[in-house]
């Protein structure tokens, strides 16, 4: 470091470290604000887990919706008896697909009748009797219990252990094993790691609406990699090993198989697995056919398929193609309730659409338009047929909508004030809307709603609230439609005043980062002295078809293109940017595109700082990476134009590099190949590797540590 920075850093010490120290410690704001909410089949009330302010670690409530009052069911400290928590290699892997970083209860189910309540906690499991509050610990054998699931008529638990699907008979606690000969390279009943990580699909089998049969997958990892996170503080420990699938190389083995809970034959599903190896979605509804979508590698046509649980044999029900590729919504199909149809989500006319299908596939009506900006499901009433959803045409927002009879889309009235976010679930009788909303100045709260807006209840949260005010504007800029900014500004911004900019960036598929929603970290970053601008361009969801797929085939140029464009055309609308010192940064795919803007627009970026970021894409997953970049033996140029080693030569900027050492998502071993590459090259940069921590930081002092050491950094450099 220079004298010069050094004066610099004592000169102007950080604004605002107590409100980092809290943000830390309150998760961001978000422990004690109610999550997982679910209601009642009667509609009477409402389960949720909650934690502390400033603790990890969830409980069970019940909120009785008529008159707000709420009420501990369990706690994990009565659970455990005084006992740590421990988790399970295995269940810590699943915890890291689902983005989970809370404790104590993370999820729960709720049987079909409303009468049970089924947790897990430090692989054991437990079951609650609504009526009487009795906690019956399941009598499970050792080891962990993995995905544990209630049959629909809640008599039975199913759930995975030693490699193997078993379930425990509720009404006598005990339990027997329906799968056999499961192993670690040939497991049954896990979903793979394709499948929880780029799927959306975290579970590996299905029980029948009697609970009589269930499906389950094998998966035969024969002949695929298997990396090793060593922990480099310990030495002497033996490094865990996961089976990992890199882009060209070979991939899991996935056949689907049907099975009586009671044991006897096994019979497998039938279907072109060569052609179409990805199992990509299972359903079998309570009506209406055991259903399943399968994928070909490229990802560019798959297959709805209906299973004749008799014999494993399967029909076709609809054909979906795209040239470049079909993007996964695990939300379909999502089958009627008396199994006469089903909803189907197709980008076929130019965006998302959703469509109900009869029994057989063929195309009933089109029920939400592409140009409605179709998010998420968030319900079907079928008496009033009436499917609820979220999204809007503005990409920067998000509102609930519900459509009757394939009519106009009619938004709900809800709490929020202003522009934001709004995100909901419908009860299963139609009786409650569940909704979430936040704005630009407001943190999440949810409530319980009638259908029409009207306010049941509103779930209690015990969060502390941010002592820092909020100053985020959202922007659409001129002469680039579809790509939107937003701009924080610092608490004692001086109009007409140049400020050096910090750029914000994920840029990839499948995230909208402008959007009408609080900015807690990047506003304490803007109080550092900073304007904080976040883009988003061509790639990114929410303006079509197309819009996303101009990326095809190539993740540098267009998407670099664009954040660079739109960071020069924001000027004219905040003339405050000082684009003569502009830092930028990201995590995973926003650390790749923060490590190329730096290299390879070193005249603009002044410094980087690159978390976690995908180096090289030979070294990331199939069904992420190919879906987008192709087969490597198809295309090498793709992977050689958006690998980020091919720019090192361009290289004159700082980078900073920060990697957890036990990532098991983007492993640390890319971060040691830019370095290396880098080092080799003579160009600067510095590497800060997060000891044991994976693609998630969630611990209190080091998201302090390192939110600080980003600030020292571009104050440093810029």
Known sequence: MTALAMLLLTATPMIDPQFLREYAETRRYMAGRPAGAKVTPDGKSVLFLRSQPKDARQTL????????????????????????????????????????????????QLSEDGKRILLGLSGRLYVIERATNAVTELKTGPGPSIDPRLSRDGSLVGYVRDNDVHVLELATNTERRVTKGGTDVKP????????????????????????????????DHTGMERFGIPDPMHPEAEPERFFYPRAGKANAQVKLALTPTRGGKVTWVEWDRAAFPYLATVRWPKKGALTILVQNREQTKELLLAVDPKTGKTKLLLTEEDPAWLNLEQEFPHWLDDGSGFFWGTEANGGPEVQLRKADGSLDAS????????????????????????????????????????????????PLVGPGLEVGHLSEDGSVLLAT???????????????????????????????????????????EPGSWASVIRPKDFVKGKKYPVLLQVYGGP???????????????????????????????????RDWERAIRHDFATLIAADQVTGLKALVAKVPELDLTRVGVEGW????????????????????????????????????????YLGLPQQDPKAYEVSSLLTYVPQARSPLLLVHGTADDNVYFMHTLKLSNALFRAGKPHAVLPLANFTHLVPEPLVTERLDEKIVTWFKENL
């Open 510 to 544: 499948h995230k909208v980062t402008v959007t009408q929603s609080m900015a807690l970290e990047s506003q304490w970053l803007a109080n550092q002295g900073f304007l904080v601008v976040q883009l988003d361009g061509r790639g990114t969801p929410r303006r079509g």
């Open 188 to 219: 049954h009943g896990l979903a793979e790691f394709a499948a929880q990580e780029e799927m959306s699909r975290f579970s590996g089998y299905w029980f029948s609406p009697d609970g009589q049969t269930i499906a389950f997958q094998e998966t």
């Open 588 to 627: 995973s795919f926003g650390g790749y595109l923060a490590a190329l803007l730096t290299m390879t627009h070193g005249e603009l970026f002044k410094a980087g700082v690159a978390g976690a970021p995908v180096v090289d894409w030979l070294d990331y997953d199939t069904h992420y990476t190919e879906r």
């Open 367 to 414: 029920w939400v338009k592409p140009a409605a900006g179709y998010v998420d499901l968030v319900g079907w009433h079928e008496a009033s047929r009436t499917l609820y959803f979220s999204g809007g045409p503005n990409p920067t927002e998000t509102a609930l909508y519900r459509v009757k009879d394939a009519g106009a889309p009619e938004r709900l009235k809800t």
């Open 61 to 108: 409530y019940e909120l009785e919706v008529a008159t707000g009052a709420t009420r501990e069911l369990l706690t994990p400290d009565l659970v455990l008896k005084g006992a740590a928590e421990k988790l399970s290699v295995e269940e810590k892997a699943r915890l890291e697909r689902q983005r989970v970083t809370v404790r104590g209860f993370t999820s729960f």
């Open 437 to 479: 909303v936040m704005g630009p100045t407001q943190m999440p709260r949810t409530f319980a709603l009638q259908p029409g807006g009207a306010t049941l209840a509103q779930l209690p949260s015990v969060a502390i609230e941010p002592s820092l005010a909020c100053s985020r504007e959202v922007l659409e800029l001129d002469g």
